[in-house]
Nanobody, 123 residues
Framework: QVQLVESGGGLVEAGGSLRLSCAAS????????MGWYRQAPGKQRELVAK???????NYADAVKGRFTISRDNAKNTVDLQMNKLKPEDTAVYYC?????????????????WGQGTQVTVSS
């Protein structure tokens, strides 16, 4: 009923930049918080950045000043601009969204996840 599709991952040298994008589609009434999480090998998934429907943001301390999250409410997209990348940023990055849906008059609210996109930063 709802899909999140990510794009933009890849391999980059330390100090470089990447931009991740995530598009939500389906029977969407409203998208509340959207965010990016990451999971490195052997570690738990962690929040990278989150943005509310009104545009308020919060970031993990490890990425403050280097990453910027933004969203386009008309297109149901959320982006993550990552600058000054470090090897420790290497992980699978997941898009997340809290979405209100309406299927034949039945409303529901759930968290949805993308399939993940690999970001690898070489030293």
């Amino acid at each position: 009923q709802v899909q999140l599709v990510e794009s933009g991952g890849g391999l980059v040298e330390a100090g470089g930049s990447l931009r991740l994008s995530c598009a939500a589609s389906g029977i969407i009434v409203r998208i509340n918080d959207m965010g990016w999480y990451r999971q490195a090998p052997g570690k738990q998934r962690e929040l990278v950045a989150k943005i509310t429907g009104g545009g308020s943001t919060n970031y993990a301390d490890a990425v403050k000043g280097r990453f910027t999250i933004s969203r386009d409410n008309a297109k149901n997209t959320v982006d993550l601009q990552m600058n000054k990348l470090k090897p420790e940023d290497t992980a699978v990055y997941y898009c997340n969204a809290a979405i209100l849906t309406d299927f034949k008059g039945i409303k529901g609210s759930s968290d949805y996840w993308g399939q993940g996109t690999q970001v690898t930063v070489s030293s």
